[in-house]
């Protein structure tokens, strides 16, 4: 193999990006623009985040469908809470909790129960969905505490902290995959189920670990919308399901499980959130743009087999 | 047998990586005639079929089909040659009717696509008439007897015009009125022409319908003799090979106390009666045909398979595991005879592969320290002598060799005293085969307690204390090797 051609398959993804920003920045005056790149960073951080527990599920061969309606459920909740004067830091940890019990449900079902992960997660997704419009009677929540929302819109240092939230989140994530027996365990799972549970390792609990990890993600992604917002609605968190294992396999991660990794969901979140804001600075309607990220996402998975064959 | 020559395949062979799977076999089939290839586990009788059937490529030889020479170059090349394979494994699908199943790919259709169903089933009938299976055409697969679908997949071969028609051990998972229907069949095949090649392990059927019988051992080619007139004494000689050398024999030295006891285990599946025990600084070999238990007492034991009644007891304690992470924390760990599937995480490296048996060893504080990791890889790779060129290269690039030592690595980071091999040296070369057996016998007279199921007998015989036989589900012998002959052995295997 050519070094060029070597080049392309090992860093395809990053040439990918490149030529996205390269071509956006030609074309677009205001897109390099430090305010528009900060947005770009808060557009793609909470799909980002979230994106961070879809990869622990996927890396086991799982799927986790539910995560948009838990942002919902855990943002209902959040606001209502809120609203009724529960002290902010203990709504937050509500907030949170709320998206650990989804997961725990989820986890539990998949990994003791041995139902299959997608229809564990479509149950939990018409649940949660359910179970958020329930709450309020499908009416937003509105009239939150001011200082809720400060959570949502400071800056360190002409840094959004939404920003920093989910440098901090990958941190900690980057740290439980590759430096704890959790995450190792999460990507022998996949690698090999049979392999790992005669390796002496209980791979239930593991299994459902990673479930939990994906619904507290989603739970704090549900509180950090609701403080963006400033209000609740239990139709928000619409197609995050989709958007997060978007970034997950254009990152490389391989939906069988036991390949792939973090860098790559953050590299594939952010292409996501780069891709649609270059969109709609080139003023292309929503409508194309669906069609053209839907592209991107089919294009990366199929460079991704490509890659693998030639392996 | 007097036919014309139908098919002869000259000095074939075949290379693995890592073994040598087939090496310059001849096989001289005529019409009319039923041709027994036998052979141990691993001597290439599947192989030389795969070849045939287009599954596999040869890599040096020549097939000859009706005197002319042919390169099979994939399944649907081996059909239209007029070779059908039916496989233990039924190539069916469960919920198609016998019918569907028949002309699954080849569909009656009019002008428009449309399928034709009313000469489909005719068609269909008058095929599995042929065979004697006395079903509806519309009855799904999932409800035959598993005697029926292989009649239904002799009837396919047959409406395919197949000549040349080979059985994989057709008669494993027969019943004994299954078995006479099909030799009734076989000999009905017989005098329509047809050719057979027919793999089994029993000898009593081999003396029954063949007619010529080739022995393969180790990929090589042995012998041709006459079915009828050769005696079973010389037939388990040729297929057993080298007389073991009372010289070469290692067993472990000294065996101590028993660690482990089993007694009247009956399993989920297969396993109806076993009761044996090792002892610590012991191989405990243990043989019988594929398919007669071994492998899932083991599982049950472990946890992995699900136990029905016995006991088990771990110095001189009750225990019952429910999975085999259970099984290790006390000291029990199941190697897998299936590396690949079972045995290792493929995409995962050296190091991790061998670490993840007890990762809590390798946590400093909270975190992983990678230095550890890669010490202890180091100390294993050197102690174990496994070939890579570093603890980082992931295990699919390894030998089988290698592999089998990563899993044996594997093993011992886990603390275990009891392991249970199985097949530890399947598909592995011969230099690597001794290494593996040298170090076998090392661990046990570092006192671990070793059971080792294995289907290649002057292995057993080589390295074990003493062998346990099971055939059928029960063990059918525990003996002392002494003295012990392959002969031996194989009559308490095969029930001869």
Known sequence: ?311 | MGGELVLEMKNISKQFPGVLALDGVNLQLRAGEVHTLLGENGAGKSTLIKILSGAHKKDSGEILIDGELVEINGPKHSMKLGISVIYQEFNLNPYFSIAENIFLGKEFVNKFGIINWKDTHAQARKIIDRVGLKRSTSTKIKDLSVGEKQLLEIAKALSLDSRIIIFDEPTATLSAKDVETLFDLIEKLKKENKSIIYISHRMEEIKRIGDKCTVLRDGKYIDTVDAKTTDREQLIRLIAGRKIDESVKKTPSNPGNVVLEVESLKAEEKVEDASFFVREGEILGFSGLVGSGRTEAMKAIVGCMKKIDGEVKLNGKKVSYKSPCNAMKDGIVYLSEDRKKEGLVLCMNVKQNISLTNLKEIISKMAFSTKKEVKLAKKYVGDLKIKCSSENVQVKNLSGGNQQKVIIAKALFSKAKVLIFDEPTRGIDVGAKDEIYDLLVALANEGYAIIMISSDLPEVLKISNRVVVMREGKVSAVLENENLKQEEVLHYAMGV
């Open chain 1, 1 to 311: 193999m050519g070094k060029f051609a070597k080049i392309l398959r090992n860093y395809g993804m990053y040439i990918g990006f490149g030529i996205i920003i390269l071509f956006f920045s030609l074309s677009s005056e205001y897109f390099l623009d430090v305010y528009n790149l900060m947005n770009i960073l808060v557009q793609s951080s909470l799909i980002a985040i979230i994106a961070v527990g879809q990869t622990f599920v996927i890396l086991t061969g799982g799927i986790d469908l539910s995560v948009g309606s838990v942002v919902a459920l855990s943002s209902v909740g959040t606001g209502l809470m809120l609203v009724a004067g529960v002290p902010i830091w203990l709504s937050i940890i509500l907030g949170v909790l709320i998206g650990m019990g989804a997961g725990l449900v989820n986890g539990a079902t998949v990994a003791f129960g041995k139902v299959p992960a997608f229809i564990v997660t479509l149950g939990m997704m018409s649940i949660a969905r359910g179970a958020a419009l329930a709450l309020n009677n499908g009416k937003p929540v509105s009239g939150l505490p001011l200082e809720f929302e400060r959570i949502a819109s400071e800056e360190f240092f002409g840094i959004p902290i939404f920003a920093i939230y989910m440098i901090a989140i990958y941190l900690v994530g980057f740290f439980i995959l590759y430096k704890t027996r959790l995450g190792r365990h999460t990507f022998a799972i996949g690698g090999n189920r049979e392999a790992t549970k005669l390796s002496g390792i209980n791979v239930p609990k593991n299994e459902m670990m990673t479930y939990m990890i994906s619904g507290i993600l989603a739970g704090l992604g549900g509180v950090l919308l609701t403080a963006r917002l400033n209000y609740a609605t239990p139709i928000s968190g619409n197609s995050y399901e989709l958007d997060t294992i978007a970034a997950v396999v254009i990152g490389g991660t391989s939906l069988a499980g036991g390949e792939g990794g973090l860098i790559g969901t953050l590299i594939g979140a952010l292409l996501l959130g780069t891709l649609r804001n270059g969109l709609t600075l080139l003023n292309v309607v929503s409508y194309y743009q669906q069609i053209i990220i839907g592209s991107v996402i089919v294009l990366a998975v199929f460079y991704d087999r490509l890659k693998a064959k030639n392996k």
